[in-house]
């Protein structure tokens, strides 16, 4: 495979329930990200984890956990979420955790809470 | 708050006509990037820009940095059916991490 793979692609959850999100990149880059879209925001920037470490937290509430084992896979855990949570979850990588880097995109996940 | 702004958030062109969106930046970026994102797709790079003034062409599309190094333009001629989708531009900011515009949807009708 080649580029960046997320799955599920889509996911139906409770309030109550726990569930992951995963992103595998197959480009040897060594930064991963989590941006989240919705209908009412554009992309917002949620982690960056540049060489296995987190450089970036955006004010995410805490019921999204990430975790970044080793430099190709990026995990999202879900617990406790909201129905506003709802949105497209975008897994992206890069050469470089600098804003002068370009991100490739995986397909997304697409979140429905009920 | 919101950095980047593009404008404007929707249009709607008839196959064949041209098409411009405009991107404003609250501060001077060192680079800025355009990414498309077709209907139920994910963003895909388009280009990348560094330098002030700079003028990039691809094909039917023509990027363009303004001299402040503050704003941006994608400018498509002749538009196809195969244009349509969002359109975003994405500069970095604070921590130097890449924040990306409202984006401009494009719908072109045949």
């Known amino acids: 495979e080649t580029g960046v793979t997320q799955t599920p692609r889509h996911l139906v959850m409770g309030m109550t329930n726990k569930k992951s999100l995963k992103c595998e990149q197959h480009l040897g880059h060594n930064a991963m990200y989590w941006y989240k879209q919705s209908a009412k925001k554009p992309l917002e920037l949620m982690f960056v984890y540049s060489l296995e470490e987190r450089v970036e937290n955006n004010s995410v509430p805490s019921r999204f956990s990430p975790e970044c084992p080793n430099s190709s896979h990026l995990f999202l855990h879900l617990h406790t979420l909201q129905p506003e949570d709802s949105a497209l979850y975008l897994c992206a990588s890069s050469q470089g955790a600098s804003g002068a880097n370009v991100l490739t995109f995986g397909a997304g996940s697409r979140l429905t809470v009920l | 708050g919101q950095q980047v702004m593009q404008i404007p958030q929707y249009q709607h062109v008839q196959e064949g006509e041209d098409f411009t969106t405009y991107c404003n930046s609250s501060t001077t970026l060192s680079n800025i990037q355009w990414y498309k994102q077709r209907p139920g797709g994910h963003p895909v790079f388009l280009i990348q820009?560094?330098?002030?003034?700079e003028v990039k062409k691809q094909k039917r599309l023509t990027f363009q940095f303004g001299e402040a190094k503050k704003n941006s333009s994608l400018h498509i001629t002749a538009t196809q059916t195969t244009d349509v989708g969002t359109y975003f531009c994405?500069?970095?900011?604070?921590?130097?991490?890449?924040?990306f515009g409202t984006g401009t949807r494009l719908q072109v009708f045949p």
């Open positions: 994405a500069g970095p900011y604070n921590t130097d991490k890449l924040i």
């Open positions: 820009l560094v330098k002030s003034g």
